[in-house]
């Protein structure tokens, strides 16, 4: 990779590892599908003014927003919820550990539904990987148990975004028009959702460290990630964007240990450390290099 790529790399580990402490401050003066809500209604309408300030045409065709949809399901609407349903019970810093086992997801599923199959190499990286999880959630609550568990399936829908996302190859659709169509779809989605559960009109109003927050999780780590995150990709390929995936984990526990003064346990380094190198395992250059 390029030394601009690395530095798109570190901001975008910023940005997503960012979204977990947002997250925990929105938290403090809003319910669970708001703060959502809240993430895909304004960050589609950051990335729609992106849309026009570039010059960028929006999706168009059935077929195109049928997908958008799928991918607005998958990767934004359902994992999202579920970690900040589970940030209402454990810290930012092992939610964002526990999503870096999205990778271990996404090798299983191509194994299962595409022609990817798994190698010997990857079968340890698996194993590995998920050991680091069963060592986090070892003698912890059963509540917590839950939130790690949401976390897990979040990971899990993100592995599955990555399979349905292969077919915008062939739908010729702009990677700036793509991320407007999956969170608009998003939102779209929430929306009657969020207006039943919540009913926002009756919430009190949230205080300027909430509402900030959510404006930050919105533009930043949404809209302005998805632009950095396509960019990435164009630029240094999926196999190197991978290595984003160990960095989210430490913004997130700097980010919480810091200004939100969460503890990181010696149970979630342990785990993060398998995880890791189960990753390591996942992509392969170590051995390479070696």
Known sequence: MSGKDWVRLAILSLLWGGSFFFVAVALQGLPTLSVVWGRVGLGAGFLALALLATGTAFPRGAGVWRALAGMGLLNNAVPFTLFVLAQGRISGGMASILNATTPLWGVVLAHLLTE??????KAAGLACGFAGVVVMMGGINLGDAWASLACLGAAFS?????????RFRSLGVPPLATAFGQVASAAVMLLPIWLV?????????????VVGAVLAIAAFSTALAYLIYF????????????????????????????????????????????????????????LKWR
């Open 116 to 121: 990817e199959k798994i190698t010997a190499p």
């Open 158 to 166: 993100y592995g599955l975004a990555g399979i349905w996302g292969r």
């Open 197 to 209: 559960v919540d009913q926002p009109w009756s919430l009190p109003a949230p205080g300027m460290a």
């Open 231 to 286: 960019r990435l990709l164009a630029s240094a390929g999926p196999t190197n964007l991978l290595l984003v995936t160990f960095l989210v984990p430490v913004s997130a526990c700097l980010l919480g240990a810091i200004i939100l003064g969460e503890a990181i346990s010696t149970r979630q380094m342990a785990g993060f450390a398998l995880i890791a190198l189960g990753l390591i395992a996942l992509d392969g250059r170590v």
